[in-house]
């Protein structure tokens, strides 16, 4: 699954300047933290180790860590991470380079909690080290300005999880319509179509398109639709119930509209909608007798 | 006498699944207070025309519910307001069988009729705000 977050998120250059506004993260912060790359590549190693104890020591964050190959290779990424702070700058780059770190914790479903405690630790370990190295006044600089950065940094990993989720539900959603747009060929030449759920704008024009497939594959003569599963059924459906039965027209088959409640022939009446140029039917069985009757055939009682 | 709102609930429109949203609650709202099975069907279906209308014409905006009473009626009000490009010929809108949508136009002169009360108001530039109302065909008596 490879998502461009970056396009996602609409991380532009103007969206990147908002950003960086709002963290104030100013040029003086990214040139206090390149200043500090000597530091940082003196206490690599101790940092990430430091961290990656915590979330080992822990069974349930430790889980999503399968041997010690996968512990040394994000332990390596870490450490990348963790020199990139340092790079003094913070352009679309650094921000692509940030939202990999992001994706691939989402990716193996390390959940945020787990995210947000280590950066905790990440912040106490870098604080403590600042301040024996550095005089007091110097050391409150640094983490300061690095502080904003690892916000900003935070943010953007928030981000990427809600994306990736949203993605996911919209990847879902995608699913559903199409499961929910099943043709059935009730007899040679006579097709089914039982509507259930709401019909959007998308569905709408997946139903026509799917409907005018079939109906030219199947040579159908007849299509029911049966909209009992439809909740509402506004001018919007009615609207697309008619469009979908003019096109199907043109294909030389006819649409009966079945599952109309007492309820909807109603409202239909007092919305003015006319659907007097659709067959319609109140029950699905009176619809599928008048569509075999289009086909030359009848249910007859058995003698 | 005055008519009195027992409660209320705001709903924003920002997609057209909120569209699904508003008129799920006000399905859920008629049916709690007692409405029929046709009056339930008509203020639900008038609350996803003028719901869509906001969305559609007006890009968005929001949806207020309310539950009201008027000696010992009790009904349902809603509000749909919107900051988007107006109404130029609310007449024309009204009459029905006109839309700049390519649609049928039905919704908004369709939902008069569902409704006991309906009220437009409209800035060209401004925005749009409908307020209608249905009330319980056989009021309860008691809460
Ligand atoms: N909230 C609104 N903001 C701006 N214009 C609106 C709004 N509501 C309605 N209109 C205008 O009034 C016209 C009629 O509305 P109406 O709901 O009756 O028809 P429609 O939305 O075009 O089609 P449909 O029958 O699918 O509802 C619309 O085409 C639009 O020009
Ligand atoms: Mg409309």
């Known amino acids: ?303 | 006498m005055t008519t009195q709102v027992m409660a209320q609930r705001e709903l924003q429109i920002r997609c057209e699944d909120d569209i699904v949203l508003v008129r799920q609650a006000v399905r859920v709202m008629a049916q709690q207070l007692g409405f029929d099975a046709f009056a339930t069907a008509a203020v639900t279906t008038a609350a996803s025309e003028l719901a869509r209308n906001v969305w559609t014409h007006a890009g968005g905006g929001s949806a207020l519910l309310e539950e009201i009473r008027l000696a010992g009626r009790r009904g349902v009000r809603m509000h749909f307001r919107d900051q988007g490009p107006g109404i130029a010929d609310l007449g024309r809108a009204l009459a029905g069988g006109f839309s700049t949508a390519r649609s049928l136009g039905l919704g908004l002169s369709g939902s008069k009729r569902l409704v006991d009360e309906f009220n437009v108001e409209s800035t060209v530039g401004k925005g749009t705000v409908v307020v209608v109302a249905k009330w319980a065909r056989f009021s309860s008596t008691t809460g």
């Open chain 1, 1 to 303: 699954m490879a998502v461009d977050y970056m396009s996602l998120l609409k991380l532009d250059e103007r969206e990147l300047a908002q950003r960086r506004a709002f963290f104030e993260i100013t040029d003086e912060d990214l040139a206090r933290v390149a200043k500090l790359r000597d530091f940082a590549a003196r206490h690599g190693d101790a940092i990430v180790d430091d961290l990656y104890q915590l979330i080992l020591g822990h069974a349930d964050s430790r889980a999503f860590f399968a041997d010690e190959t996968m512990v040394r290779r994000v332990k390596s990424m870490q450490k990348q991470y963790f020199l990139g702070l340092f790079a003094g700058n913070c352009d679309l780059r650094y921000v692509q380079d940030r939202l990999r770190v992001g994706a691939s914790h989402e990716r193996i479903g390390l959940e945020p909690k787990w995210y947000l405690g280590a950066y905790g630790r990440y912040l106490r370990l870098l604080l403590d080290r600042l301040f024996t190295d550095f005089p007091a006044a110097e050391a409150q600089a640094a983490f300061r300005s690095l502080s904003k950065l690892v916000a900003f940094d935070t943010a953007l990993a928030m981000d990427t999880y809600i994306a990736a989720n949203l993605d996911t539900v919209a990847r879902h959603q995608a699913a559903i319509r199409e499961l929910s747009t099943p043709v059935i060929r009730v007899y040679d030449r006579v097709l089914l179509l039982p509507l259930v759920g709401t019909v959007d704008t998308h569905r709408a024009q997946q139903i026509m398109e799917t409907l005018l497939l079939r109906t030219v594959e199947d040579q159908a003569k007849a299509i029911i639709v049966d909209i009992a599963g439809v909740p509402v059924v506004d001018t919007k459906v009615a609207d697309h119930l008619l469009k979908t039965t003019a096109a199907v027209r043109m294909l030389g088959a006819v649409t009966i509209i079945t599952g109309i409640s007492a309820q909807v022939a109603r409202t239909m009446v007092q919305l003015g909608v006319d659907l007097s140029s659709i067959e319609t039917r109140a029950r699905l069985a009176d619809g599928i007798e008048l569509a075999l009757a289009k086909v030359g055939r009848v249910i007859a009682v058995k003698a």
